[in-house]
Every structure is written in structure tokens, then in C-alpha cells.
């Protein structure tokens, strides 16, 4: 059986920017929490999200706000 069209994941995902946001401030807030509880392996990946999202989005900061 050949796998249809709506099998595959979409090529792209539509958000509005109040949903782009929205996540983007829940991926800050998650990457605050594992700063504090020093959880670096975790947080090396939510910060090339965010970064990724930022970026995207036309955010760049052109730095981190991890230290």
C-alpha cells in the first residue's frame, strides 16, 4: 500500500504571529527554568529552538540571553 498525501507530515506549518509568539515566550520561560535548575543538555536544544523561531521570525538579537 502506497502512502497517500495526508500520511506525510505538511511541507510547511502556518501560525499566526500571536501564536508564534505565544510559543516563542514558552520556549524562553522553559529555557529560564532549565537555566536554573542546570539542565545544560536540555536547554543547548531549546535554545537552537528558540534561536530558530527568532530567527524566523525576524527577531534576531544577535546574541543569547543563556550565560
Do not use: Y
Not at 499566526?16 to 536547554?43: G, N
Amino acid at each position: 500500500m502506497s502512502a497517500s498525501r495526508s500520511d506525510e507530515p505538511p511541507d510547511a506549518v502556518r501560525i499566526s504571529l500571536d501564536e508564534a509568539l505565544e510559543l516563542l515566550a514558552a520556549l524562553e520561560d522553559s529555557r529560564d527554568v532549565l537555566v536554573q535548575t542546570d539542565h545544560l543538555s536540555v536547554l543547548a536544544q531549546v535554545v537552537h529552538q528558540i534561536r530558530l523561531l527568532s530567527s524566523r521570525l525576524g527577531f534576531d538579537q544577535g546574541g543569547s540571553h543563556a550565560s
